[in-house]
């Protein structure tokens, strides 16, 4: 009784930010849960439908690169924009809605030159030898493109509504996120069709679904304004100063997965799919304590900064040993769980026994990487809030650097694993440095 009488007295004692924290990662980790629920039963009739299979390679091979530059959008967004929010809101609360005009006209246009890159562009890309996709994969990617690179646009829109409602402290988005799934899901179960029609049409209604669950909540509450497409907000400014520095960052973090897919397509047919699979059962775990944790923590350190800071490098470095212990034990838990769990998801229709077993080998090296990740979220949303933009910027590129080097290392070793395994690797050394960048910030 004494034990859980001094728990419950430095639960009551500790720092407001620890409540805020601990009541927000609840909240977005239980709607994370829903959605990937979602995403799992979306995996499950993927492989029922298609297993290991070329369309399945065409498919996320365009699929990801369409989506590469919509996740640095999003990324950088919800860094930049969440700490200028809460300066706005508490200097010049007045000038909010003009800026949020002009950035909708800004994501309008980015979203137009997306779908017309990818509608141009992506065929001679994936004809090309450095795709590395068989001649089945490549003919499926190329009858692809002009549907998906409507996501594009769709994606960028997403990105920004999301953006605003976590500004607004509102989480009710990280439960929207699972209707593409639902969308996908619900067509690969009622549609007639050859080859990946079902996946992809699925797709795109599951973004146009997004979008307008994300729209109308905004629009209700008078949170979004016509655009407007010009640049006449003065916090334009505050913006492009950290967006530059943060875009080069995320770009070059992000990179890492599309490297990935190039480097197992090379690997032989059915590569990209199993690699695939492997990271969706992994996104399980990770989507659900980082999506929990940078949107549980950005917000509280943005809204201290913004008062003065006073607590934050501590309560930081609090929640960094809490996530590191808690990722060391999801890793040992993990591995033992991967057979039974790919099995679970996977092993039905087209998806055999033998590629469970090829998906399990894969997720187990991937588990390495838990520890290192989490941890590593508090401290960029720590930097990210004290404007440090630079500092994350500069870790993103040394991270694109060192999984190179880890890959072409690797991956002629290992295949496969070694790719997940230099992914790890790289995000171990990504936690060291965020935190000598964040003891040398604190200096």
Same mark, same amino acid.
């Given at each position: 009784?004494?034990?859980?009488?001094?728990?419950?007295?430095?639960?009551?004692?500790?720092?407001?930010?620890?409540?805020?924290?601990?009541?927000?990662?609840?909240?977005?980790?239980?709607?994370?849960?829903? $959605?990937?629920?979602?995403?799992?039963?979306?995996?499950?009739?993927?492989?029922?439908?298609?297993?290991?299979?070329?369309?399945?390679?065409?498919?996320?091979?365009?699929?990801?690169?369409?989506?590469?530059?919509v996740a640095v959008w999003f990324s950088v967004l919800t860094i930049v924009l969440l700490?200028?929010?809460?300066?706005?809101?508490?200097?010049?609360?007045?000038?909010?809605?003009?800026?949020?005009?002009?950035?909708? *006209?800004?994501?309008?246009?980015? *979203?137009?030159?997306?779908?017309?890159?990818?509608?141009? *562009?992506?065929?001679?890309?994936?004809?090309?030898?450095?795709?590395?996709?068989? &001649?089945?994969?490549?003919?499926?990617?190329?009858?692809?493109?002009?549907?998906?690179?409507?996501? $594009?646009?769709?994606?960028?829109?997403?990105?920004?509504?999301?953006?605003?409602?976590?500004?607004?402290?509102?989480?009710?988005?990280?439960l929207l996120e699972s209707v593409p799934a639902l969308a996908i899901l619900a067509a690969? %179960?009622?549609?007639?069709?050859?080859?990946?029609?079902?996946?992809?049409?699925?797709?795109?209604?599951?973004?146009?679904?997004?979008?307008?669950?994300?729209?109308?909540?905004?629009?209700? &509450?008078?949170?979004?304004e016509a655009p407007l497409f010009t640049h006449q907000s003065p916090q334009w400014n505050?913006?492009?100063?950290?967006?530059?520095?943060?875009?080069?960052?995320?770009?070059? =973090?992000?990179?890492?997965?599309?490297?990935?897919?190039?480097?197992? @397509?090379?690997?032989?047919?059915?590569?990209?799919?199993?690699?695939?699979?492997?990271?969706?059962?992994?996104?399980?775990?990770?989507?659900?304590?980082?999506?929990?944790?940078?949107?549980?923590?950005?917000?509280?350190? &943005?809204?201290?900064?913004?008062?003065?800071?006073?607590?934050?490098?501590?309560?930081?470095?609090?929640?960094?040993?809490?996530?590191?212990?808690?990722? =060391?034990?999801? =890793?040992?838990?993990?591995?033992?769980?991967?057979?039974?769990?790919?099995?679970?998801?996977?092993?039905?229709?087209?998806?055999?026994?033998?590629?469970?077993?090829?998906?399990?080998?894969?997720?187990?090296?991937?588990?390495?990487?838990?520890?290192?990740?989490?941890?590593?979220?508090?401290?960029?949303?720590?930097?990210?809030?004290?404007?440090?933009?630079?500092?994350?910027?500069?870790?993103?590129? @040394?991270?694109?650097?060192?999984? %190179?080097?880890?890959?072409?290392?690797?991956?002629?070793?290992?295949?496969?694993?070694?790719?997940?395994?230099?992914? &790890?690797?790289?995000?171990?050394?990504?936690?060291?440095?965020?935190?000598?960048?964040?003891?040398?910030?604190?200096?």
């Open positions: 009784m004494k034990v859980f009488s001094a728990i419950r007295a430095r639960i009551h004692t500790a720092h407001p930010d620890h409540h805020a924290i601990a009541r927000g990662m609840a909240w977005v980790a239980f709607f994370v849960f829903l $959605g990937k629920l979602a995403g799992a039963a979306k995996e499950m009739a993927i492989a029922w439908r298609y297993g290991v299979s070329d369309e399945v390679d065409a498919y996320l091979f365009i699929f990801n690169l369409i989506n590469w530059p700490p200028l929010v809460a300066r706005i809101r508490q200097e010049a609360s007045s000038e909010l809605p003009r800026f949020r005009a002009e950035l909708l *006209g800004l994501a309008l246009l980015l *979203g137009l030159v997306l779908a017309l890159l990818a509608w141009f *562009g992506l065929p001679l890309l994936i004809r090309s030898p450095l795709a590395g996709l068989s &001649s089945t994969a490549t003919a499926a990617a190329v009858d692809m493109v002009p549907r998906l690179a409507l996501l $594009g646009p769709l994606g960028i829109l997403i990105s920004l509504f999301s953006a605003w409602m976590l500004a607004n402290g509102r989480h009710a988005n990280t690969l %179960l009622i549609l007639p069709g050859d080859h990946a029609e079902p996946l992809v049409w699925g797709t795109l209604a599951g973004f146009v679904l997004h979008s307008a669950g994300l729209a109308f909540p905004l629009a209700r &509450s008078r949170e979004i505050f913006f492009w100063q950290g967006f530059g520095v943060m875009l080069a960052g995320q770009a070059l =973090m992000s990179f890492t997965g599309i490297i990935d897919q190039f480097f197992a @397509a090379r690997i032989g047919s059915g590569a990209i799919a199993t690699l695939s699979y492997a990271n969706r059962v992994l996104a399980l775990i990770l989507a659900l304590g980082a999506t929990a944790v940078s949107r549980a923590t950005l917000p509280v350190f &943005s809204r201290a900064q913004a008062l003065g800071g006073g607590q934050t490098h501590h309560v930081a470095v609090r929640w960094v040993r809490i996530l590191f212990a808690l990722g =060391m034990a999801a =890793m040992i838990v993990g591995w033992w769980m991967a057979p039974w769990g790919v099995k679970l998801l996977f092993e039905r229709g087209a998806f055999s026994a033998q590629q469970t077993e090829a998906v399990t080998e894969v997720l187990r090296y991937g588990m390495a990487q838990l520890p290192f990740y989490f941890p590593s979220i508090v401290l960029v949303s720590l930097l990210a809030s004290q404007g440090k933009h630079r500092a994350i910027a500069a870790v993103a590129g @040394a991270n694109l650097l060192i999984k %190179l080097l880890a890959m072409i290392i690797l991956v002629p070793i290992l295949k496969l694993k070694g790719i997940v395994l230099a992914t &790890s690797l790289m995000y171990a050394i990504t936690l060291l440095l965020l935190g000598f960048v964040g003891r040398k910030a604190k200096k």
